[in-house]
């Protein structure tokens, strides 16, 4: 019914730039928040950024002042940029939806299959 298709990941040196895209589709009419989450290897799963309806971000204390979330709402999609990636970066990156509305007044929350971003030289 309502899901999400990541894309963006992949290989870059420490200092590089990636923008990851989580788009969702499906019967939806609307999405509270939507946001970045990111599991490395050994750790637990930790919240990088989400962002609201209404534009109100929250960013991870590792992240901030090197990644921007921003949002579409026409599209339902997310946006990652992140810039200045280290090493400690390297993690798999989980797109979420929560407090999802569809349009049979349903509401869900949904999680993406996950994007694997490297940060090495």
């Known amino acids: 019914q309502v899901q999400l298709v990541e894309s963006g990941g992949g290989l870059v040196q420490p200092g590089g730039s990636l923008r990851l895209s989580c788009a969702a589709s499906g019967s939806i009419f609307s999405i509270y928040a939507m946001g970045w989450y990111r599991q490395a290897p050994g750790k637990q799963r930790e919240l990088v950024a989400v962002?609201?309806?209404?534009?109100?971000?929250n960013y991870a204390e590792p992240v901030k002042g090197r990644f921007t979330i921003s949002r579409d709402n026409a599209k339902n999609t997310v946006y990652l940029q992140m810039n200045s990636l280290k090493s400690d970066d390297t993690a798999v990156y989980s797109c979420?939806?929560?407090?999802?509305?569809?349009?049979?007044?349903?509401?869900?929350?949904?999680w993406g299959q996950g994007t694997r971003v490297t940060v090495a030289s």
């Open positions: 979420n939806a929560d407090r999802v509305l569809t349009i049979s007044r349903v509401w869900v929350n949904v």
């Open positions: 962002i609201t309806s209404d534009g109100t971000t």
